[in-house]
């Protein structure tokens, strides 16, 4: 068990203002963190620069502090730590942890037609052993434990991922340059000294994968707490792709009262502190107040 003091964070994707449900994320984050005295980050996932839009960053962290949500320390940003993924790719090349793959998306996509459609397409290993002659290597991947990664999820419970049959070994970075997810959120995780993850139940699937990385680097594995996700009407995860509008700023009580009892408690009406009206810090402190005691 991770006896380390309690570090938790909350890293969105500038790909669109703060919405719904990832208000809904950053909150249980917080009250976790506050309720264990712990310390709450803030990093801006914008590794994927196809997608992510700069302008949204700032419009991220004003949304965060309309809510009262104050983080600790300095916000990181990864489109300014490619030096670090690099040096930390290179640790596991060095350890044979990695090899490069000349297999393309059609190709790969063949080797699952056998899948029932919403099955995880698998990479069936063509380039473990070396690419085929005269291909070039379109990316890097990790050579993915044999055995099965079993850990436990504060919410879900105990969890068993042979990661092998269900991803096969994933990709690090890609032939174009763009680092991949895994090992990013991993490196930063790490080096920011992150003990628990609260985070939305979409990204439970990828856990496996990034606790492998995290043996790989002969790191101790954060505590994961997955909250149940905010839907949207078509039965999708709420997002910027389904349609999620962005936060009203001028309403943000409402808005924690919508996530919090999407999380599953009580509509909370704070007295105001010394004020005309409530703040949302007098919400979140009411708020930590229910959290500690359903802890």
């Known amino acids: 068990m991770n006896t380390q003091k309690y570090k938790g964070r909350f890293a969105p994707s500038p790909t669109g203002p703060l919405h719904l449900g990832s208000l809904a994320t950053a909150l249980g984050s917080w009250l976790e963190a506050r309720s264990r005295g712990g310390e709450w980050l803030v990093r801006i996932e914008n590794i994927d620069e196809e997608r992510c839009k700069p302008e949204f960053t700032p419009l991220i962290l004003q949304a965060l502090q309309a809510h009262g949500l104050a983080w600790d320390g300095e916000v990181w940003v990864q489109s300014q730590r490619h030096a ?50 005269g291909r070039q290597a379109r990316a890097i991947r990790f050579r993915c434990p044999s055995h099965a990664i079993e850990w436990h999820d504060h919410r879900l419970g105990l969890i068993q991922d042979h990661l092998q049959q269900s991803s096969g070994d994933f990709v690090l970075k890609r032939g174009d340059g763009f680092w991949a997810y895994h090992l990013v959120v991993v490196v930063d995780d790490m080096l920011s000294g992150v003990t628990h993850i609260v985070r939305g139940e979409d990204l439970a699937d990828t856990t496996a994968r990034q606790i492998a990385l995290y043996r790989a680097f002969n790191a101790q594995t954060p505590q994961y707490w997955h909250l149940p996700v905010i839907l949207a009407e078509d039965g999708q995860k709420l997002s910027k792709q389904t349609g999620a509008k962005a936060l009203d700023l001028s309403h943000p009580l409402d808005n924690l009262n919508k996530v919090w009892t999407h999380l599953g408690y009580e509509p909370i009406c704070p007295l105001a502190n010394g004020t005309s009206r409530p703040t949302p810090a007098d919400w979140l402190n009411a708020a930590l107040r229910v959290w500690r005691r359903s802890r």
Do not use: W
């Open 84 to 133: 670090v993924y690099a040096h930390h790719l290179q640790q596991l090349s060095e350890a044979g942890l990695v090899y490069p793959c000349a297999c393309t998306r059609k190709e790969i996509d063949d080797a699952n037609a056998h899948r029932a459609f919403g099955e995880n397409r698998v990479y069936p290993g063509t380039c473990v052993e070396g690419m085929p002659a």
